[in-house]
């Protein structure tokens, strides 16, 4: 739940935020998310562990500004956290199941929550620290992007971004980790990124992200997350921030 402050010489109630994202410890793995600059837009992410040997996290990028998004994105952590820890708590689960089910629930309260049409492009996984596992949903959003000893590879849309209709389904793969590697997810905000050089087209885009990501410390997640964002900022030479730019990291030690 969140909590609500009052101001004591303003009668009109405080804007409600999510709750802060405290990252759950995770045996031989470490995760963490960066934000670059002032919130703008709708990027959200949090993460909450859901069994003791299960940590479920995402990245959503709600469209519209963060005036705008503020009671859709406490809306989402809502149905993210509760319906999260009863879906993934048992043993003996499906996790793909339940994973299509957590995205199914997320859509329809954003579709609540909004009182219409408010397209969502998310990612949620769960990672199973003891086999090394990420089963995920990624509904409309950048690709992840997963590197280990054979390069990088693109965990791609698997379903249409939240929020657009009620009864869309997601497919929920799942992939496996190997020590040492690490999965990294990026915003919008990341890929659109103009140049330094003012052309409206080129933009940072994923490529770079990748190729950057070959070279990318992976001792540690913060570090990981640090590095790719100021890799973008270099970019566009600094620039006034008007998107929002959020990077998350999963980093398996070797």
Known sequence: MCSLFRNSRDPEPAVIEPVPTVFPEIEGANIAAVFAGKRVA??????VRVSPDRVLFGLLDVAGTREDTRGILVAAQEIFRKQGAQLFAPADINEADAMSELCLHLNRGLIEASKGVHPCPAFVACYHEKFGTLCYSNAGHTSGLLVDSSGVSELPSTGLPLGLFSHA??????????????????????????????KSADEFGLERVKTFLK???????????????????????KRPICDDRTALALVRKA
Do not use: H, K, M, W
């Not at 709708?42 to 993460?47: H, K, L, R």
């Not at 793969?173 to 990341?190: H, K, N």
């Open 215 to 237: 070279t990318a410390p992976r001792e540690s997640s913060q570090e990981l997350c640090t590095a790719v964002l100021n890799e973008v900022s270099v970019y566009d030479g």
């Open 169 to 198: 389904t997601c497919d929920s793969p799942i992939a496996g980790l190997q020590p040492g590697s690490t999965l990294t997810l990026v915003s919008r905000g990341v890929i659109e990124c103009g140049s330094n050089r003012g």
């Open 42 to 47: 709708g990027d959200f992410y949090d993460s």
